[in-house]
């Protein structure tokens, strides 16, 4: 694909970047849900590679911990009266799935460099834009640059098993010294190559809001026994029965939610396209239909149902008196926790109970401006480092930890300034996840940019 090559900030050290990335991604920060068998000790191996690789970041910043493993940042600025703004990542990864080791090409834990990608698990979620911000913020203190707002930085410990003894600690301590973010940026967003059929140019893509978070457990009760002689249906056929209703009968879609997305996109539209894209009113029914053909699509205009955890039976010739599922749901603003519960009762009928399971529940956030000074920092940073990119809002499909600070900070935007095609976002939590070696220094430039810019 003809492309112009990302602008560089002068003195970025790619290549310093990607090894200390790989060293990052050798530090196997695993969350796990059980939280007992979670180690402190990686995340404090973590806080000690940090240490000893930026240490102007260390020696000119206010460095704290929160509950011990989270990290917070103050980079103190000279206009006391501004309001800082708050970069933000995550220290911790999610775990390779057993019995999927063999699937990955090359270690997930070795930051092993090939064909031009960089392998690992957190290499993108989310240890690249943490090494990302730490090396923009080292260079610009390298270089003598002096913020006269303060930057704040955060970095949480436990976002992949729902930040509330990290990233939630942290937020109540900065709301409880009056601290009022100007913006916050996190991840979630990233410059897609293209996105067919709506552009074949490069799209920054900027979470103006995120999806909420509800985990329900189904549970469905039988009659217990032997296997010679079941009943007509089984607690787990009874279970198997509610799980195929709710993967048959998804929750509506809400294609309002890209409206500010194709109105940014137009320009770079075909006119028929633009017409119909501009024109939801009349066109959106036909344009939600044209969505929903693709999980990744379909993903941005809808709740999605995924059943991820199944458990029933102990013995092959035993009747099993309990099977339950846990169906995890990403909600689309326009939905709710109480509408999303309200359709599975529905659905699975008076023979299989749902009931809210786990810590992490949340609504889908407000959107943040596309019409502020925020939002014009935000962008014209992403411009000046890639200057052929559209830069269009999108709903961020994942939940992030800057959900902790929404309710007093003022514009909460999810970007990471990396690239990647559609496919590449399915390697998230996934198989095979890899950054490009190329956007190095594009990366680290970007954060430059948008501390500079946010001066004023």
């Given amino acids: 694909m003809d492309r112009t090559a990302p602008v560089h900030e002068p003195g970025i050290d790619g290549q310093a970047f990607l090894d200390h990335l790989a060293e990052a991604i050798r530090l196997p920060t695993v969350s796990h849900e059980d939280r007992e068998r979670n180690d402190p000790g990686d995340v404090l191996a973590i806080h000690a590679f940090l240490r000893d690789t930026y240490p102007l970041v260390h020696e000119r910043c206010l460095v704290e911990t929160v509950t011990g493993l989270s990290l917070l940042f103050t980079w103190q600025g000279t206009d006391t009266e501004a309001d800082p703004i708050v970069l933000m990542a995550h220290m911790d990864v999610v775990p390779i799935e057993p019995g999927t080791e063999d699937d990955w090409d090359h270690d997930p834990f070795g930051g092993a460099t090939v064909d031009g990608e960089l392998w690992g698990r957190g290499s993108l979620d989310d240890k690249g834009p943490l090494i990302a911000v730490m090396e923009a913020v080292e260079h610009l203190l390298e270089s003598g640059f002096e913020p006269n707002r303060t930057v704040i930085i955060a970095f949480g410990h436990d976002e992949e098993i729902g930040g509330l003894e990290g990233t939630k600690r942290t937020a109540e301590l900065l709301r409880k010294r009056g601290i009022r973010p100007w913006f916050v ?106 969505l929903t053909r693709r999980p990744q699509t379909a993903a941005s205009i809808r709740t999605t149902t995924a059943v991820t955890m199944v458990s029933g039976g102990v013995k092959p010739n035993v009747l099993p008196q309990e099977a339950s599922a846990v169906v995890n749901f990403r909600i689309v603003p326009g939905d709710s926790t109480e509408s999303v519960i309200a359709h599975v ?112």
């Fill in 185 to 290: 940026v996190d991840e979630g967003g990233w410059v897609v190559d293209e996105i067919p059929p709506l552009t074949s140019e490069p799209v920054a893509l900027v979470g103006t809001a995120e999806k909420g978070y509800l985990n329900l457990e189904l549970i469905a009760v039988g009659e217990g026994g032997h296997s010679s002689i079941p009943p007509r249906s089984t607690a787990i056929g009874k279970l198997a029965a509610a799980i195929e209703r709710l993967e048959a009968n998804p929750l509506p879609t809400h294609i309002e939610v890209l409206e500010s997305q194709f109105a940014a996109l137009a320009p770079r539209m075909n006119r028929w396209l633009r017409l119909v894209l501009t024109n939801l009113w009349l066109f959106g029914p036909i344009v939600a239909k044209m």
């Fill in 345 to 456: 009762e529905k659905l699975v009928g008076p023979n299989v109970s749902a009931a809210p399971f786990g810590d992490l529940r949340t609504e889908p956030t407000q959107f943040s401006s596309t019409e502020s000074d925020a939002w014009t920092v935000l962008k014209r940073s992403i411009e000046e480092t890639f200057p052929d990119t559209a830069v269009a809002p999108w709903v961020t499909s994942g939940a992030t930890d800057s959900r902790h600070l929404r309710d007093f900070a003022g514009d909460v935007y999810r970007f990471n300034g990396f690239t990647g095609d559609l496919e590449s976002l399915t390697r998230i939590h996934g198989t095979g996840e890899r950054v490009r070696t190329s956007d190095a220094e594009s990366a680290v430039s970007f954060f430059c940019r948008l501390i500079r810019n946010a001066q004023g």
